[in-house]
């Protein structure tokens, strides 16, 4: 059994999970060659192929921070990232609770015209139920 394990299932396992991972990295996080030389690689020349693409095919971690080009200065400039361009926690973006706000308190404006039509629907009906002469039935 281990060494079924070592030689079908985990050879697999490595080469399909390479292959995706290749498929769904972006183009800007590709190293050294072409995404599609990259995914050609990996399916063609199993195991190196995916060792190769762990190794060497994608940025991965704080070597992307580290390695400091131009878009990751724009990334770390923008609100909502942390300087080493990953996203902030919902609940530490200033953005995200301006946004809250935001849209809190167009509810309750919504809230309000909705109780207001109502309200005159209601007076509406309630004219149309009292007789003309004035006097309650």
Known sequence: MPRILLT???PLALWVWAFI???????DEVKHLQ?????IIVL???????????VAGKRRGLRVAAEGGP????????????P?????????DPEFL??????????EDMLKQWEADLRRREQELRGK?????????
């Open 21 to 27: 991972d290749c498929l769904s990295t972006p183009e």
């Open 129 to 137: 139920d009292e007789p003309e002469d004035g006097r309650k039935s």
């Open 35 to 39: 995404k599609p030389l990259w995914v």
């Open 71 to 82: 878009d990751d200065r724009a990334r770390a400039d923008r609100p909502g990232l942390r």
């Open 44 to 54: 063609l020349f199993p195991p190196l192929g995916p060792i190769a693409w762990l």
């Open 98 to 107: 301006a946004s809250l706000k935001k849209s809190d308190k167009e509810h």
């Open 84 to 92: 080493d361009g990953r996203p902030l926690a919902p609940d530490d």
């Open 8 to 10: 079908i299932v985990l």
